[in-house]
């Protein structure tokens, strides 16, 4: 013990090294450090003298575990581990020791002082050899992860894995030590900072740790913090921590999540509530500005915030104002951290209806806060906001005052740009829906009804409740009210031209007789009169009440003070009288029970103001969520995949709650089953499967009839794309088995009527099996007898749509040429003789004579079924089209009374003809347009696949044969292998060839001539096609014109010959249906013939502007195929796709958006169309209005986004002012201008080029053009050289405009003569589509394009003008001449020859 006296006092240093110099005041130095071999046999010595003396043996062996310490680095880790294990023992013994020491009161001052020295010596070694493994801990897993794991067990054994084992125990060794009452060590004195410091740095050391916050450092983590919480209590460091945690969160943002829940835990667990007041302030004393500038900490504050708020939310809440003012600064994470924590105090507890007034105003202040930032400028914290609401609405804390205002602003972020911000509107919107406290049902017209009734029942009480008991307003009230137009009327008194009243009022004799009659004129609201008769009284009774006032003081005061007593004395004073003038009823028990009968009724209406209330709430929010459908159904084909698969799923949300509008989503996502997207396909999927396949019924058969009832109801007025679309889904659910054998047995049941079921439902049950056959052929296989003998019997001919439905049926069976040549097995084909094939035959025999609207569609279905099923088609649909000659020949038989041969029933002269009803004519036309459509495509889709199927079959039958002399001769010759094989693959090649050329052959020289059936028809079709005048019936000329663009699909020769014809009917033909057909035709004439059709590109161009919107979607749609498929060339006419960006028809815009959509696609095509497009549209004889040309340009130039693209656009819209002649073209070309995102090297351009618009910087217009663009470069934040060349930029814009005006100002005072006179201009039409006519226009008669050749040979000579030829339709008279009756081209007009389609288009644009 003397020993332990006389030792100096040790002072815990700042660092290691202190202890090595003496500070002069006698503290303890270590007097040596122990070389690194000395180590063992010093900490053995430290351990028996621990053994023998306790903890006190550190006062002589500091040394050797300070040399440990000192040479942490380089000495071994079984030393490490020896000294950590020593370290933990001896101040595990000397916690266990002190609390019976402290007790001693004997206790010398000595040994406390001993004591205390030994308890500082071994916490510092404890303390500091944590830090020292925490460090090495650290650093050897950032070498873990540098070298990617490998090695790992080697960094294992050298980093003191013994230190993650024993963290856990120390920190809890820690915590024992400072739970005790140290103060008696330090002489009853609060306990030593620095000792209670160095505890807690090792605590923020370990904190210090990336990976502490991984779930299997748990434990660690509690003792850490309970250790801290230790140190806070029993030796108050609440300031120091408060600054410790701020800097951490600031520095280290993973420590965030766990000072939360420390912070938590201390307020909770251990009373220290004002930490979380002291913490939350420092954050608040922040500067905005610094935390804008400073990520890291910005994040780590915020995160905390945010943690803090969703475990001690009332802690937070009741310190939220310090918080606020960092909502009006520029971290966005701030903002959405306090907004946060507003949102958990609003869900946890300003949540319920027993709130008090002052939790009512904070809860409504903070939703004020919240809807007002879901318009912040920043997309995080608006998305943010709406994942707040949509928790808030989810733990129903949103109050039923607020559901509107937040629905509505929900709606409106629907059109954010966004993609976040809308994704979590929409789900805000599916939680409003999922969570609603109105109906299960959200019909508006639901809702409609009843509150009408309703209302009306409320204005029915309110006015019963009146009349019982008016409300009683005292004069005094009445008098307030009164007062300002009373005050008017004393004003207009002392006006000059009140002295010319017409009406004047004499004041009564008496005093009581005029205040009785001023009284009656202010009841009856004539303030004016009784203020004029006021005025006289006080003249005429001076001095008597209540006429007694200082007049000449001010007048218009005394007559106002007089009518304010007259009114509400008299008022007042008649009051009593009246009623004293009723006996008054003192039955007490009646006054009760009007008192009763009173409140009564107030409870009633009460209770129906809140019941209108309410039907007015869910009428209300039914409308928004109405509205958000269009919005959403919209947003279905955004380019974010995140966005579609929410909008699908909210549709499939508000299906759920039976809103009519409803089925317009879950219409409009079934394209998307075609998405290359997989995971909105697998939404799409996802969505019908739980719309449809899980009905809530019991039974298997009721399952089965909703879901047919509910699919039936989307095909119900459903389009052909729909029906595919639908297909699709249903096919993959069939390949699935998500269908029941149930809905199968169902569907065959109502389609053979043994179910009772409409004409509508039994054809939706078929197309249902077809749908489902395209999954599994065998639904329909198993069941083709069934399928003709009901669905093609007799009785067809009465509903040819249920027949058309069966063929559709049928053909799923027709399997596909590609695979079966694969497989080489033969496709599915059926005998000519079987049934179907003559129940096809008969019934369209049968309704061939029949005038029928349903009777083509089902014979296109039926000849096109024939040729995909049996084996000779042709000879089928010959014997067809012979027996429907031979009607039509016996009908004309029977008209003429004639006899005739059937073989020249076509080529019979306009009279016979005329004589046959135009409905078969129809028939006949369109029946031979489909079977030589038909035919063609047997003969190069079919037949040319069973040639390729047998030529391999024999090929591999003569490999077989020869396999072992080819293996000798490949043993021989293995250096010609190659060469071999590439002779093998020439062969199959050549093969391939020689059958196209085969096949081409037949449809070039057989078909169409004399021998063939179908040539006997051309000069019908043709006959029909030229005369307009005579066949002016309309389905006849749609069915002719569409037959012979049929025609031309066989033969190129036909092609060519009857090619001036199509355009001709396709230019002048006054019916709509004849252009949409001959549109069709022409865009597949050009794929299939490409060089005969590219002279007539400027024609199929021609009907982007036609006059009928149905004919200008076709074409629309027509050259949106050929351009995507690069067969038409595309220059300058281009700009008349881009004109119908702002077409009339919303369904053309989107055709249009579309196109240019998908050609963006391809590199630079929009960027080097878009100089041809503005001069097309900008020119002075186009039509384009400027709002229109600004609203196309906004369009296509969003698709311009690369830097060099955007500055070589730049320098050739400059270099176009050079070119430009009007003022219109400025304008268009300087609004182009700031369509682009001009950049620092666009800027340089403009510098560069600007003397090309100097001169045109005189128009306002121009002039504002080029400011907005400086303006928005701008407002980039650009560097400052690029802003000085802006500034300049800017002043010369300014110099040269000023130059310009004082010019424009000295030319008009010098002259009389204006500066600019516009050249005559042509006048605009006021519309782009023109009606057509039959006859020639005037201005532009139809000129078939001059061939190339023809062009070419006159290049070098003069251009004579050439008079246009003149193309006429026949009239419509019947003594026509038979050449004013044929509507065909010159033969000198037909192109001879074309350019290949390959060439460039240069010659054609000249």
């Not at 006289?536 to 003070?561: H, V, W, Y």
């Not at 003022?1223 to 403009?1246: F, M, N, V």
Request: aromatic share 6%; proline share 4%.
């Amino acid at each position: 013990m003397a020993g332990a006296a006389a030792a100096p006092q040790f002072q815990v240093p700042l660092a290691l090294a202190d202890l090595l110099r003496d500070d002069g005041r006698g503290h303890y130095v270590v007097q040596e450090v122990l070389p690194v071999h000395e180590l063992p046999p010093s900490l053995a010595a430290f351990r028996a003298a621990f053994r023998a003396r306790g903890a006190l043996a550190v006062l002589q062996h500091f040394d050797a575990g300070y040399s440990v310490l000192y040479h942490f680095r380089t000495v071994g880790t079984a030393v490490k581990e020896n000294a950590l294990e020593l370290m933990v023992n001896v101040v595990s013994h000397h916690s266990n020791e002190l609390p019976g020491i402290l007790s001693d009161s004997g206790l010398s001052h000595a040994d406390r002082a001993a004591h205390l020295n030994a308890l500082k010596m071994n916490c510092y070694l404890l303390t500091s050899l944590m830090d020292a493994f925490e460090i090495e801990t650290c650093k050897n897993s950032l070498l873990e992860a540098g070298c990617g794991g490998k090695n790992k067990k080697n960094h294992a054994k050298t980093s003191g894995s013994l230190w993650e084992e024993e963290r856990e125990p120390v920190l809890q060794l820690l915590t024992q030590v400072l739970q005790l009452d140290l103060r008696q060590l330090w002489g009853g004195l609060s306990v030593e900072e620095e000792f209670v410091s160095l505890m807690m740095g090792s605590c923020y050391r370990i904190l210090e740790n990336p990976s502490i916050g991984l779930q299997r450092y748990r434990a660690t983590r509690e003792a850490v913090m309970h250790l801290l919480a230790g140190a806070l209590i029993h030796c108050g460091q609440m300031f120091g921590a408060t600054l410790k945690i701020t800097q951490m969160l600031q520095c280290f943002e993973h420590v965030a999540p766990v000072f939360a829940q420390a912070v938590s835990l201390w307020a909770e667990e251990y009373g220290l509530k004002s930490l979380v007041g002291e913490l939350l302030r420092e954050i608040g004393q922040k500067c905005p500005r610094d935390l804008a500038r400073e990520a890291s900490g910005v994040k780590g504050y915020s995160t905390f915030i945010t943690e803090l708020a969703g475990q001690i939310p009332a802690l937070v809440l009741s310190n939220m104002s310090v918080l606020l003012h960092h909502l009006d600064g520029e971290s966005y994470m701030m903002r959405n951290a306090i907004l946060a924590a507003m949102a958990e105090a609003l869900m946890k507890v300003l949540n319920g209806n027993e709130l008090d007034e002052a939790a009512r105003g904070t809860r409504d202040e903070f939703l004020s806060l919240l809807q007002a930032h879901m318009c912040d400028v920043h997309s995080f914290v608006r998305s943010r906001v709406l994942q707040l609401f949509t928790r808030i609405v989810q733990c129903k804390a949103l109050p039923l005052t607020q559901f509107q205002s937040v629905v509505s602003l929900a709606v409106g972020r629907l059109n954010d740009k966004s993609v976040i911000v809308v994704k979590n509107a929409i789900q805000l919107l599916a939680a409003f829906l999922s969570n609603n406290p109105f109906s299960c049902k959200l019909n508006c017209a639901d809702f409609e009804k009843p509150l009408k009734k309703e209302v009306q029942k409320l204005q029915e009480m309110r006015d019963r409740v009146r009349s019982t008991a008016a409300p009683v307003i005292t004069p005094e009230e009445e008098w307030e009210a009164m007062l300002p137009e009373v005050r008017a009327a004393i004003q207009q008194l002392f006006q000059p031209q009140q002295e010319k009243e017409e009406e004047v009022l004499e004041v009564e004799e008496t005093v009581e007789s005029a205040v009785e009659q001023i009284t009656g004129l202010l009841r009856k609201l004539n303030y004016k009169s009784a203020a004029h008769l006021t005025q006289k009284a006080l003249c005429r009774f001076q001095g008597k009440e209540p006429f007694s006032g200082p007049m000449e003081e001010n007048e218009e005061a005394t007559i106002l003070d007089v009518l304010r007593r007259l009114y509400t004395v008299c008022c007042a004073g008649s009051c009593p009288g009246e009623n004293s003038e009723d006996p008054r009823n003192d039955d007490s028990s009646h006054k009760t029970k009007e008192v009763v009968k009173e409140k009564q009724s107030q409870t009633e209406l009460v209770k129906q103001e809140m019941l209108v209330q309410y039907l007015q709430d869910a009428y209300n929010f039914s409308v928004k969520i109405t509205e958000a459908l269009y919005l959403i159904s919209k947003l279905m084909y955004e380019s974010s995949v995140s966005v579609v698969q929410e909008a699908i799923e909210f549709f499939v949300t508000v299906s759920q709650f039976n809103v009519p509008e409803a089925l317009l989503g879950v219409r409009r996502m079934l394209p998307l089953i075609w998405s290359k997207e997989p995971g909105i396909k697998e939404a799409v999927l996802n969505a019908y499967r739980q719309l449809y396949l899980n009905p809530s019924e019991d039974s298997e058969r009721a399952k089965a009839q909703s879901l047919v009832r509910s699919l039936s109801l989307i095909m119900v007025d459903a389009s052909l794309e729909t029906i595919r679309c639908l297909e699709e889904i249903i096919s993959e659910f069939v390949r699935k088995d998500e269908i029941k054998p149930a809905v199968i047995q169902l569907l065959w049941e109502q389609f053979t009527e043994k179910s009772k079921c409409s004409s509508l439902e039994r054809r939706a049950a078929l197309m249902l099996l077809g749908m489902m056959a395209r999954g599994n052929p065998e639904i329909i296989g198993s069941n083709l007898d069934i399928l003709i003998t009901v669905g093609l019997s007799e009785k067809a001919c009465e509903d040819y749509r249920l027949a058309q439905e069966v063929c559709n049926v049928i053909s799923k069976l027709a399997s596909d040429p590609k695979p079966a040549m694969e497989k080489n097995s033969a496709p599915f084909r059926l005998s000519q003789n079987h049934m179907l094939f003559g129940c096809l035959s008969e019934t369209m025999s049968k309704g061939f004579a029949q005038p029928s609207t349903h009777w083509i569609p089902f014979m296109d279905t039926a000849v096109t079924l024939i040729y995909q099923l049996a084996e000779g088609p042709d000879e089928i649909c010959a014997h067809i089209l012979q027996v429907c000659s031979q009607q039509a020949l016996e009908k004309l038989q029977e008209a003429d009374g004639q006899n005739s041969d059937p073989r020249d029933s076509p080529s019979r002269d306009s009279a016979g003809a005329a004589s046959l009803p135009t409905f078969m004519l129809v028939h006949l036309v369109s029946l031979v347009g489909q079977v030589a459509m038909q035919q063609v495509a047997h003969l190069e889709v079919s037949v040319s696949a069973e040639l390729g199927r047998r030529r391999v079959l024999k090929e591999e039958k003569t490999k077989k044969r020869s396999d072992s002399s080819k293996q000798k001769r490949r043993s021989q010759t293995t250096g010609n292998e190659t060469t071999m094989e590439e002779e093998l693959g020439l062969m199959a090649a050549t093969a391939d060839d020689t059958e196209a050329e085969l096949i081409c052959n037949i449809c070039e020289t057989e078909l169409l001539d004399g021998k063939h059936l179908l040539s006997a028809f051309v000069p019908l079709v043709l006959k029909i096609c030229s005369n307009p005048g005579r066949y002016s019936d309309s389905a006849l000329s749609a069915a002719a014109a569409l037959t012979l663009g049929k025609l031309c699909m066989i033969s190129s020769e036909f092609c060519d010959t009857h090619l001036r014809l199509l355009f001709t009917m396709m230019e002048k033909s006054t019916l709509p249906g004849v252009r949409s057909n001959l549109i069709i035709a022409a865009g597949d004439l050009a794929i299939r013939f490409p060089n005969l059709v590219e002279p007539w590109t400027s024609h199929l161009y021609a009907r982007l502007q036609d006059p009928c919107p149905s004919v200008r979607q076709t074409a629309a749609l027509v050259m949106t195929q050929l351009i995507l498929k690069d067969m038409v060339k595309v220059k300058g006419q281009v700009s008349e796709m881009a004109a119908l960006l702002v077409d009339p028809d919303e369904a053309i815009v989107g055709v249009a958006q579309n196109f240019f959509s998908e050609l963006s696609n391809k590199d630079n095509a929009i960027y080097n169309l878009l100089p041809d497009i503005i001069s097309h549209l900008s020119n002075p004889n186009c039509s384009t209005e400027e709002e229109s040309f600004h609203t196309i340009m906004r369009h296509l130039f969003s698709y311009i986004t690369k830097d060099k693209q955007t500055e070589r656009l730049v320098e050739k819209l400059c270099q176009r002012f050079r070119t430009a002649r009007t003022e219109r073209q400025y304008r268009d070309l300087s609004h182009c201008l700031t369509l682009l995102p001009i950049s620092e090297g666009g800027l340089h351009k403009l510098q560069d080029n600007f003397d090309c618009f100097a001169d045109k910087l005189q128009d306002q217009a121009v002039y504002s053009c080029f400011q907005t663009v400086l303006a928005r470069f701008h407002r980039a934040g650009v560097k400052p050289e690029a802003k000085a060349l802006a500034e300049e930029l800017e002043q010369k814009l300014s110099a040269f405009r000023n130059r310009g005006m004082d010019s424009t100002e000295t030319c008009q005072e010098g002259s009389q003569i204006p500066v600019s006179v516009p050249a005559k201009q042509k006048p605009i039409r006021s519309s782009r589509h023109q009606p057509l006519s039959p006859a020639n226009r005037d201005d532009e008669d139809f000129v078939t394009p001059k061939s190339h050749t023809l062009r070419n040979q006159k290049r070098t000579q003069k251009r004579r003008p050439r008079k246009k030829a003149v193309i006429t339709f026949s009239s419509d008279e019947e003594n026509s001449s038979g050449d004013e009756l044929l509507a065909e081209l010159r033969e000198e007009e037909t192109p001879t020859k074309t350019t290949p389609i390959t060439r460039s288009s240069a010659r054609r644009l000249r």
